[in-house]
T-cell receptor, first 112, second 116 residues
Protein backbone atom coordinates (compact mmCIF):
# COMPACT_ATOMS: atom_id res chain seq x y z
CA UNK A 1 0.00 0.00 0.00
CA UNK A 2 0.99 3.64 -0.08
CA UNK A 3 2.57 4.25 3.26
CA UNK A 4 5.61 5.72 4.86
CA UNK A 5 7.29 3.74 7.58
CA UNK A 6 10.25 4.03 9.89
CA UNK A 7 13.03 1.56 10.61
CA UNK A 8 13.57 2.45 14.27
CA UNK A 9 10.88 3.44 16.73
CA UNK A 10 13.37 4.79 19.33
CA UNK A 11 16.83 6.23 18.92
CA UNK A 12 19.07 7.08 21.89
CA UNK A 13 22.15 9.22 21.36
CA UNK A 14 24.69 11.04 23.45
CA UNK A 15 24.68 14.80 23.48
CA UNK A 16 27.07 16.08 20.85
CA UNK A 17 26.86 13.00 18.66
CA UNK A 18 25.29 12.99 15.24
CA UNK A 19 21.85 11.40 14.86
CA UNK A 20 20.45 9.64 11.84
CA UNK A 21 16.76 8.90 11.58
CA UNK A 22 15.63 6.70 8.73
CA UNK A 23 12.41 6.36 6.81
CA UNK A 24 11.22 4.09 4.02
CA UNK A 25 8.45 4.98 1.64
CA UNK A 26 6.55 2.72 -0.69
CA UNK A 27 4.96 5.08 -3.21
CA UNK A 28 7.48 5.55 -5.99
CA UNK A 29 5.29 8.31 -7.43
CA UNK A 30 5.80 10.52 -4.37
CA UNK A 31 8.01 13.45 -5.20
CA UNK A 32 7.93 15.62 -2.12
CA UNK A 33 9.12 14.70 1.35
CA UNK A 34 9.12 16.51 4.68
CA UNK A 35 10.57 15.90 8.11
CA UNK A 36 8.61 17.10 11.12
CA UNK A 37 9.61 17.32 14.77
CA UNK A 38 7.00 16.93 17.46
CA UNK A 39 7.71 17.85 21.04
CA UNK A 40 5.49 16.78 23.89
CA UNK A 41 2.21 18.69 23.94
CA UNK A 42 2.88 20.43 20.64
CA UNK A 43 1.96 19.87 17.05
CA UNK A 44 4.37 18.73 14.33
CA UNK A 45 6.89 21.40 13.43
CA UNK A 46 8.42 21.62 9.97
CA UNK A 47 12.15 20.90 9.92
CA UNK A 48 13.19 20.47 6.33
CA UNK A 49 11.81 19.27 3.02
CA UNK A 50 13.17 17.86 -0.21
CA UNK A 51 11.85 17.27 -3.69
CA UNK A 52 12.54 14.16 -5.70
CA UNK A 53 14.77 16.02 -8.15
CA UNK A 54 17.30 16.39 -5.34
CA UNK A 55 19.16 13.80 -3.32
CA UNK A 56 20.43 16.03 -0.54
CA UNK A 57 19.40 19.21 1.17
CA UNK A 58 20.96 20.95 4.11
CA UNK A 59 19.56 23.21 6.76
CA UNK A 60 20.84 24.45 10.06
CA UNK A 61 22.41 21.36 11.71
CA UNK A 62 20.09 19.12 9.69
CA UNK A 63 20.53 17.31 6.41
CA UNK A 64 17.96 15.29 4.53
CA UNK A 65 19.07 12.59 2.13
CA UNK A 66 16.81 11.01 -0.45
CA UNK A 67 17.59 7.75 -2.20
CA UNK A 68 14.91 7.15 -4.78
CA UNK A 69 16.45 3.89 -5.95
CA UNK A 70 15.66 2.19 -2.66
CA UNK A 71 12.90 4.59 -1.61
CA UNK A 72 14.70 5.70 1.49
CA UNK A 73 14.77 9.01 3.30
CA UNK A 74 16.98 10.01 6.20
CA UNK A 75 17.36 12.94 8.54
CA UNK A 76 20.78 13.71 9.92
CA UNK A 77 21.13 15.96 12.93
CA UNK A 78 24.62 17.22 13.66
CA UNK A 79 25.86 17.73 17.21
CA UNK A 80 22.62 16.54 18.76
CA UNK A 81 21.43 18.63 21.69
CA UNK A 82 18.98 17.89 24.51
CA UNK A 83 16.51 20.21 22.80
CA UNK A 84 16.44 17.85 19.85
CA UNK A 85 14.69 15.22 21.96
CA UNK A 86 11.31 14.70 20.31
CA UNK A 87 9.40 12.43 17.98
CA UNK A 88 10.39 12.83 14.36
CA UNK A 89 8.02 12.09 11.50
CA UNK A 90 8.75 11.73 7.84
CA UNK A 91 5.95 12.46 5.42
CA UNK A 92 5.46 12.27 1.68
CA UNK A 93 3.44 14.57 -0.47
CA UNK A 94 0.54 13.05 -2.30
CA UNK A 95 -2.49 14.20 -4.24
CA UNK A 96 -1.12 17.50 -5.43
CA UNK A 97 0.85 18.01 -2.26
CA UNK A 98 -2.16 18.87 -0.19
CA UNK A 99 -2.35 15.48 1.46
CA UNK A 100 0.61 14.21 3.42
CA UNK A 101 1.22 10.56 4.27
CA UNK A 102 3.04 10.28 7.57
CA UNK A 103 5.18 7.57 9.03
CA UNK A 104 4.63 6.25 12.55
CA UNK A 105 7.42 8.37 14.03
CA UNK A 106 10.79 7.82 15.69
CA UNK A 107 11.47 8.99 19.19
CA UNK A 108 14.88 10.59 19.60
CA UNK A 109 16.25 10.61 23.16
CA UNK A 110 19.37 12.69 23.78
CA UNK A 111 21.37 11.80 26.87
CA UNK A 112 23.90 14.13 28.53
CA UNK B 1 1.42 36.60 14.98
CA UNK B 2 -0.69 33.86 16.55
CA UNK B 3 -0.15 30.35 15.31
CA UNK B 4 -2.74 27.71 14.59
CA UNK B 5 -4.84 27.26 17.69
CA UNK B 6 -7.06 24.34 18.55
CA UNK B 7 -9.74 24.00 21.19
CA UNK B 8 -10.14 22.16 23.42
CA UNK B 9 -6.71 20.76 24.13
CA UNK B 10 -8.24 17.70 25.76
CA UNK B 11 -11.71 16.18 25.66
CA UNK B 12 -13.01 13.11 27.40
CA UNK B 13 -16.47 11.97 26.35
CA UNK B 14 -18.57 8.86 26.61
CA UNK B 15 -19.27 6.60 23.69
CA UNK B 16 -22.32 7.84 21.85
CA UNK B 17 -21.86 11.48 22.77
CA UNK B 18 -21.06 14.31 20.41
CA UNK B 19 -17.87 16.34 20.40
CA UNK B 20 -16.93 19.38 18.35
CA UNK B 21 -13.32 20.34 17.83
CA UNK B 22 -12.36 23.79 16.70
CA UNK B 23 -9.39 25.06 14.73
CA UNK B 24 -8.40 28.66 14.19
CA UNK B 25 -5.84 28.84 11.38
CA UNK B 26 -3.26 31.54 10.99
CA UNK B 27 -5.00 34.68 9.81
CA UNK B 28 -5.06 34.90 6.04
CA UNK B 29 -4.31 31.23 5.42
CA UNK B 30 -6.73 29.89 2.83
CA UNK B 31 -5.67 26.26 3.21
CA UNK B 32 -6.79 24.35 6.29
CA UNK B 33 -6.14 20.68 6.95
CA UNK B 34 -7.36 18.19 9.51
CA UNK B 35 -5.26 15.18 10.49
CA UNK B 36 -5.52 12.69 13.29
CA UNK B 37 -3.28 10.23 15.03
CA UNK B 38 -4.85 7.27 16.72
CA UNK B 39 -2.81 5.57 19.43
CA UNK B 40 0.42 4.08 18.15
CA UNK B 41 -0.35 4.72 14.51
CA UNK B 42 0.56 7.21 11.85
CA UNK B 43 -0.78 10.71 11.56
CA UNK B 44 -3.45 10.41 8.87
CA UNK B 45 -4.99 12.99 6.62
CA UNK B 46 -8.68 13.66 7.08
CA UNK B 47 -9.53 16.56 4.81
CA UNK B 48 -8.46 19.82 3.23
CA UNK B 49 -10.31 23.10 2.90
CA UNK B 50 -9.52 25.90 0.51
CA UNK B 51 -11.30 28.83 2.08
CA UNK B 52 -14.77 27.49 2.82
CA UNK B 53 -14.73 24.74 0.21
CA UNK B 54 -13.81 21.13 0.86
CA UNK B 55 -11.01 20.41 -1.58
CA UNK B 56 -10.37 16.85 -0.51
CA UNK B 57 -12.22 14.86 2.13
CA UNK B 58 -10.96 11.45 1.10
CA UNK B 59 -9.52 10.77 4.54
CA UNK B 60 -12.73 11.19 6.51
CA UNK B 61 -13.33 7.77 8.06
CA UNK B 62 -17.13 7.68 7.96
CA UNK B 63 -20.25 9.78 8.08
CA UNK B 64 -20.00 10.26 11.83
CA UNK B 65 -17.42 12.92 11.08
CA UNK B 66 -18.49 16.33 9.79
CA UNK B 67 -16.12 19.20 9.08
CA UNK B 68 -17.17 22.73 8.33
CA UNK B 69 -15.44 25.99 7.62
CA UNK B 70 -18.15 28.60 7.34
CA UNK B 71 -16.84 31.92 6.09
CA UNK B 72 -13.46 30.43 5.33
CA UNK B 73 -12.00 31.30 8.71
CA UNK B 74 -12.11 28.84 11.61
CA UNK B 75 -13.11 25.23 11.14
CA UNK B 76 -14.98 22.73 13.25
CA UNK B 77 -14.82 18.96 13.22
CA UNK B 78 -17.81 17.24 14.77
CA UNK B 79 -17.90 13.59 15.74
CA UNK B 80 -21.43 12.29 16.26
CA UNK B 81 -21.88 9.78 17.77
CA UNK B 82 -18.38 9.17 19.06
CA UNK B 83 -17.01 5.63 19.16
CA UNK B 84 -14.09 4.20 21.11
CA UNK B 85 -11.91 3.98 18.01
CA UNK B 86 -12.21 7.73 17.50
CA UNK B 87 -9.83 8.31 20.40
CA UNK B 88 -6.63 9.98 19.36
CA UNK B 89 -5.05 13.35 18.72
CA UNK B 90 -6.65 15.56 16.10
CA UNK B 91 -4.35 18.06 14.43
CA UNK B 92 -5.21 21.06 12.36
CA UNK B 93 -2.76 22.77 10.01
CA UNK B 94 -2.92 25.78 7.72
CA UNK B 95 -0.89 27.18 4.88
CA UNK B 96 -1.09 30.39 2.95
CA UNK B 97 -1.11 29.54 -0.72
CA UNK B 98 -0.75 26.66 -3.06
CA UNK B 99 -0.21 23.24 -1.63
CA UNK B 100 1.91 22.18 1.27
CA UNK B 101 4.87 21.95 -1.04
CA UNK B 102 4.65 25.61 -1.93
CA UNK B 103 4.45 27.02 1.51
CA UNK B 104 5.07 25.58 4.91
CA UNK B 105 2.06 24.18 6.69
CA UNK B 106 1.84 25.17 10.34
CA UNK B 107 0.29 22.71 12.75
CA UNK B 108 -1.70 23.40 15.87
CA UNK B 109 -0.94 21.70 19.16
CA UNK B 110 -3.71 19.17 18.63
CA UNK B 111 -6.82 18.11 20.52
CA UNK B 112 -6.52 14.89 22.45
CA UNK B 113 -9.87 13.10 22.28
CA UNK B 114 -10.59 10.21 24.59
CA UNK B 115 -13.80 8.27 24.14
CA UNK B 116 -14.67 6.04 27.10
Amino acid sequence: GESVGLHLPTLSVQEGDNSIINCAYSNSASDYFIWYKQESGKGPQFIIDIRSNMDKRQGQRVTVLLNKTVKHLSLQIAATQPGDSAVYFCAEGSGGYNKLIFGAGTRLAVHP
Amino acid sequence: EAGVTQFPSHSVIEKGQTVTLRCDPISGHDNLYWYRRVMGKEIKFLLHFVKESKQDESGMPNNRFLAERTGGTYSTLKVQPAELEDSGVYFCASSSQGGISNTEAFFGQGTRLTVV
